[in-house]
Nanobody, 123 residues
Framework: QVQLVESGGGLVQPGGSLSLSCADS????????MGWYRQSPGTQRELVAF???????NYREFVKGRFTVSRDNAKNSVTLHMNNLKPEDTAVYFC?????????????????WGQGTQVTVSS
């Protein structure tokens, strides 16, 4: 059973950096693609970035050049490094794992989710 445990997040000023980490403490199975969604109040949970089972990184346009997603198959974990953060990046970030490499732009049913971690970008 996949159990995703997140760490990181917090408060940062605009232009600052944060890193989020997520590890599967359950299955130890690396057949899942892993990545991140985010959700701010009143909006849908949207895709941010993910790493496919084959190891390729995929990004939404609004984070390209600022965020880097990577995974460690040995640790069955995924990390999101966020640079040049903007106030509009403020949201709860959720780690996600699923078997397929097709990830919807808005979160749908299926797969596994972490508990979410708050990222706040504010001066």
């Amino acid at each position: 059973q996949v159990q995703l445990v997140e760490s990181g997040g917090g408060l940062v000023q605009p232009g600052g950096s944060l890193s989020l980490s997520c590890a599967d403490s359950g299955s130890g199975d690396s057949i899942y693609a892993m990545g991140w969604y985010r959700q701010s109040p009143g909006t849908q949970r949207e895709l941010v970035a993910f790493v496919s089972r084959g190891g390729s990184s995929n990004y939404r346009e609004f984070v390209k050049g600022r965020f880097t997603v990577s995974r460690d198959n040995a640790k069955n974990s995924v990390t999101l490094h966020m640079n040049n953060l903007k106030p509009e990046d403020t949201a709860v970030y959720f780690c996600h794992a699923k078997k397929g490499d097709t990830w919807p732009l808005v979160a749908s049913r299926g797969g596994y989710w972490g508990q979410g971690t708050q990222v706040t970008v504010s001066s």
